[in-house]
């Protein structure tokens, strides 16, 4: 396994305005491809995640009701409150 990053400060190079320009022009190309039946949305980068984190934030981290129970018991041992099942 290998990992290579890339840090660039784009407004060393171009107008920041330009920059962000771009950057929605390529976006627009990538999410606006055609599609593979079956497929309903094409992604950025990092997209599904931030999708993700947006939707934990409004409803919550989904547990297994086992994970909850557990998660209660280490709670009881440090005196601390219990979790609520939510539906």
Known sequence: MGHFLVVIKPDLFMDLGEFRERMGVLYDRVV???KMKGVERIYFPGEIE???HDERLK???PFV???IEALNREAELVG???LEIMS
């Open 32 to 34: 606006g491809c055609e």
């Open 50 to 52: 931030q999708v993700t």
């Open 59 to 61: 409803t919550g981290i």
């Open 65 to 67: 009701e086992a994970e």
């Open 80 to 82: 601390s409150k219990e």
